[in-house]
């Protein structure tokens, strides 16, 4: 486990963070910024870089190659395109669809070995929580349910063979692309007439091609997931109710669809908004209007309006047009035999009144008509692809000169130390290899005016481009004087130098960091995924420790509801060590408790040698006792939370802290969403990446697990519920309020009854909603619930809300997951298959649904129930599964031991076997049980030391899986590990 204070600064090199300063004073840090392990920048770029040369080398013959068998007459004609620079760009168009071709072509061998595998389900590229896969080990065997998955099992080979197995890459982000073209149960949902989104956004583009073509997804399947978002349904049960609409996508795919076409409305609004600013300054033409409405991403709007920004001086070229300069521009590229340079000589006029003044206009209207025109600037790019441009940071002056400053002045103050950022103070990678972490450590370094970075574009550049532009684009349409020459050469030099070069260099570094920042995003996505979801400890006592020196240990006994049921103080590292260990004794036996949790805080070391001392004398018996480690992140300022004191009001802060790190492994998902995500302890740079985008990431990420895990409507938390797709806040509060007010909910109907909750918040949170007869036969002691809800219309006339159609009979369904909206399809599909409501979940319903399906098949038997097969399967896992399941049982829980190591055991080449606590861009950290995490870095995560279901994610690793790691270096000075993967424990 990672430990705070002293031990969570171990990896601190090149970054830091300010995420501890937000605790309360007193309260352990939390996770730090982990730093990247002295990484060999060659070592770390070079295979990617062979990857990037290899692709680019490759782009031409693949197109040749491919087009020679399919049209063998026609194969020369695209050569003259491929040939004329400007067209160079389009070139990835070609490739796409030769690509798509060959694939087609290809798919009847390859694709066909691996659908015989059916080893994992559709969601295997990255760790979302797959529904089917969960159900499936308790469900059916892969025999019984043949006609279970034989399109999806199709789409999957396609998908994987989308990247060749050469083809793996940690360093970038997986390619999100899904083959859903031949998919038979696909159905675009036609979008209402009047009301489609290119008339909506009024661009010159189509915003569902653009949006396929950034995001990689077919284009029916762009138009239904923007159709269902535009009707607000949320991603969790877009993912698990409406699954045939997007063939199976995961929610982190739906997820990135959703951000594109959030940033192309955004480019859309803002391209209205500064062609209303521009019409009202009386400067908008249709040309420039047609100019803003063809611009796809904010960059390229900030170039269009860079000159026209109020505030800003006008342009050079803009100053030129005023004196009436463009028409001799113009004549110079369509007429120069034409144009005589000193009748546009005015004598008394500033900027015309020499031949030399009136050149100089001419140059910089040139000038930004190259810099403005589409085709140049493809160009351009399409040279820059093809070449070398690499970043460079150095200390920056600024630096230097403060540091030598204070340390002339002997100043107390805390320096600003650049010593972390050593790795980069002579750094230079080319962009198509830097990693992702170096590019955000870059930009740290960057706004703390430590680092000084630019982009290099080679030379060689700039002279293709001149010569290109003289002599193809931009070349005069008859014969020009050599003075004219002159002129068209400079604006064609200054246009790259003042214009283009900038332009070029901003779009590089926004690139890389919007890259870095989205994958940065993902690894915190993920992290936090496997954390909320790590498996929950039922049925057992737990004592949570809140480790500390001076002011004690903080213990807490809960019951195995979680109750609290005594807390205390002890003084485990003073004189009074046996005293305290009796008190100890005393407690654990009165409750019969056996499991101790600690926090990973200050002392924990000590107080895990104290227990384990006491377990080994045998001190608890007849107590069988062990403990546990766990990440106490965040539990200091959850101690002291508006959620806290509602929750505990008459509890010491203190106490809090050791109340949430025992809940935390009695149920994870349920302590772990009262906490700020940020403060959880996990991930890498979240303080320099975009917050808008975190904080949409890791809310979406919270409600998919908590949704998908289901939460029991009678007796969760009213900030668990908050969390639940289609409720938020208010809607929470009021379900809160009715149940205080009328008892339980007997079925998922009433929930209807609730003020707030109309029909699509309904429909949104139904499925995701349990109704445990457990708990409600059980719940509270007085009143009559049913008499409760029958007098609530009556109580409240007022109400538009009545209970006349809502039935208070309970619903065994309502402890499924099956939505309301299929209850119809459930209760044909049992009548058909012989089974009743009073064998859900038994063994002999299962037996019969697997008959069933075995016989006629999935797809047959939803066709004659009039429904797709995604909401059968849906409907057959529901009725099967075992009352009370939960999909986190089969994942992760907490490791329990008896004993410790030390550091100093440790010898390079030994083998141990750990548990991942945490993952960052360079690497993974792991929890060998010595007070210290060892780090794995990313160089020795190779595809051949993982499981075939995580070769395409771009760590392939996340909080809590247990891994078998080899010691490569122990130095007990600097207290860090260095580890190598053998391979990952399942």
């Known amino acids: ?300 709007l900030d170039h269009v309006y860079a000159p026209y920004k109020k505030g800003s001086k006008l342009s050079k070229a803009r100053r030129a047009k005023q004196l009436g300069l463009e028409t001799a521009a113009l004549a110079l590229l369509q007429s120069p035999q034409t144009l005589e340079l000193h009748l546009w000589i005015k004598p008394n006029t500033e900027g015309l009144s020499t031949v030399a003044e009136v050149a100089t206009g001419v140059e910089q209207i040139l000038a930004d008509m190259m810099a403005k025109d589409g085709e140049t600037l493809t160009y351009v790019r399409s040279l820059c692809d093809r070449s070398d441009v690499t970043i460079q940071s150095t200390v920056s002056k600024t630096a230097l ?52 970075v630019k982009v290099n574009i080679p030379d060689w550049v700039k002279t293709d481009f001149c010569r290109w532009c003289v002599n193809v684009r931009w070349r005069p349409q008859g014969f020009a004087r050599p003075d004219l020459m002159k002129i068209l050469n400079s604006a064609v030099e200054d246009s790259y130098k003042r214009l283009i070069t900038p332009l070029l260099c901003r779009g590089y570094r926004t690139k890389l960091t919007t890259n870095a920042e989205k994958e940065s995003v993902a690894m915190f996505v993920r992290n936090l995924r496997q954390r909320l979801l790590m498996c929950p400890i039922r049925g057992r006592v737990i004592l949570g420790v809140d480790p500390g020196y001076r002011h004690g240990c903080k213990l807490a006994v809960l019951s195995p509801t979680s109750q609290i049921l005594h807390t205390d103080v002890v003084y485990l590292h003073s004189s009074g060590r046996n005293r305290e260990a009796d008190k100890l004794r005393h407690l654990m036996l009165k409750h019969s408790c056996q499991t101790v949790v600690i926090g990973n805080g200050t002392a924990c070391r000590e107080t895990e040698a104290f227990f384990a001392d006491l377990i080994k004398s045998g001190f608890f018996k007849p107590l069988d006792v062990s403990y546990c480690i766990t990440n106490e992140a965040g539990a200091s300022i959850y101690s002291v939370s508006p959620e806290a004191v509602k929750e505990m009001p008459d509890l010491d802060p203190n106490l809090r802290s050791a109340v949430s790190i025992g809940r935390r492994v009695q149920d994870p998902l349920a302590e772990l969403v009262k906490i700020d995500p940020k403060h959880i302890g996990i991930g890498t740079y979240q303080h320099d990446v975009s917050q808008s985008l975190l904080r949409a990431a890791l809310d979406g990420v919270v409600q998919e697990c908590v949704s998908f895990v289901g939460v ?88 538009t809300k009545t209970s006349g159609s809502v039935s208070n009979q309970p619903n065994p369904l309502d402890q499924t997951c099956i939505h309301p909206e299929s209850y119809n399809i459930a209760m044909r599909f049992l009548s058909q298959v012989g089974g009743s409501l009073n064998q859900l979940g038994s063994a002999e319903l299962r037996q019969q649904v697997e008959s069933s399906v075995k016989s006629s098949g999935l797809e047959a038997l939803a066709q004659s129930l009039n429904t797709c097969p995604e909401t059968l399967q849906l409907i057959v896992d529901g009725l099967t599964q075992p009352p009370g399941f939960d999909i986190r049982q ?75 790691v080899r010691v490569i270096d122990v130095d007990l000075q600097r207290n860090r590990i260095s580890l190598d993967l053998v391979r990952v424990l399942r």
């Open 1 to 300: 486990m990672l430990r705070r204070a002293g031990s969570a600064k171990v990896y601190k090199e090149e970054t830091t963070t300010d995420e501890d300063s937000d605790e309360p004073s007193g309260c352990p840090a939390t996770l730090e910024e982990p730093e990247e392990w002295l990484p060999e920048v060659k070592d770390k770029t070079k295979g990617r870089g062979r990857k990037k040369k290899d692709e680019a080398a490759e782009k031409k013959p693949t197109v040749r190659r491919a087009a020679r068998p399919r049209e063998p007459k026609e194969a020369k004609e695209p050569k003259p395109k491929a040939v004329r620079k400007p067209r160079a760009p389009k070139a990835p168009k070609a490739k796409e669809g030769v690509d798509k071709g060959k694939e087609e072509e290809e798919s009847d061998g390859v694709f066909q070995q691996a659908e015989s595998l059916q080893q994992v389900q559709v969601k295997e590229e990255r760790l979302s929580i797959s529904m089917d896969k969960a159900f499936s080990n308790i469900t059916t065997t892969p025999g019984a349910m043949s006609g279970e998955e034989p399109s999806s099992s199709k789409q999957l080979s396609k998908v994987k063979k989308e990247e060749p197995e050469d083809d793996f890459s940690f360093d970038e982000p997986v390619l999100k692309k899904q083959k859903t073209t031949s998919a038979p149960q696909g159905r675009p949902i036609k979008l209402k007439s009047g009301n489609s989104l290119r008339d909506e956004l009024q661009m010159n583009w189509e915003p569902i091609q653009v949006l396929a073509e950034k995001t990689g997804v077919e284009q029916w399947v762009c138009r239904n997931i923007t159709q269902l978002l535009q009707e607000e349904n949320t991603i969790p049960f877009i993912v698990r109710y409406r699954k045939e609409l997007i063939n199976h996508m995961d929610a982190d795919a739906v997820r990135d669809v959703q951000l594109v076409l959030e940033e192309l409305c955004s480019v859309a609004k803002k391209s209205q908004s500064i062609a209303q600013t521009l019409k009202k300054e009386g400067v908008l033409t249709s040309e420039l209007e047609q100019e803003l409405r063809s611009c796809r991403s904010a960059e390229d």
């Open 401 to 452: 000169k403060e540091q030598q400053q204070q340390q002339a002045a002997d100043q107390k103050g805390k320096p600003k130390d650049i010593s972390k950022f050593s790795l980069y103070f002579e750094f230079r990678c080319s962009v198509q290899r830097i990693q992702h972490h170096q590019t955000l450590a870059i930009n740290r370094g960057e706004n703390l005016k430590i680092l000084s």
């Open 712 to 799: 029991d409507i009678n007796i969760c938390s009213e900030t668990l519920m908050r969390h639940v797709a289609g409720l938020n806040a208010g809607r929470a509060r009021s379900i809160a309020e009715w149940r205080e007010k009328n008892g339980p909910f007997l079925n998922r109907e009433q929930l209807k009854l609730v003020k707030g909750l109309g029909p699509k918040s309904f429909q949104q949170c139904a499925g995701f909603v349990r109704i445990n007869p457990e708990t409600v036969h059980s719940y509270g002691s007085g009143g009559n619930p049913d008499s409760a809800s029958a007098e609530k219309p009556s109580a409240k006339k007022s109400k």
């Open 890 to 964: 089969d994942f992760e829980q907490a490791d329990f031991k008896r004993g410790i190591v030390s550091m100093s055991d440790l010898h390079k080449g030994m083998l141990l076997t750990g548990r991942v606590e945490n993952t960052a861009l360079f690497g993974a950290f792991v929890d060998i049980g010595v007070g210290r995490s060892g780090l794995i870095p990313k160089r020795y995560i190779t595809p051949d030391k993982l499981p075939t279901d995580k070769r395409r994610r771009s760590l392939a690793l996340g909080p809590g899986e247990r891994v078998e």
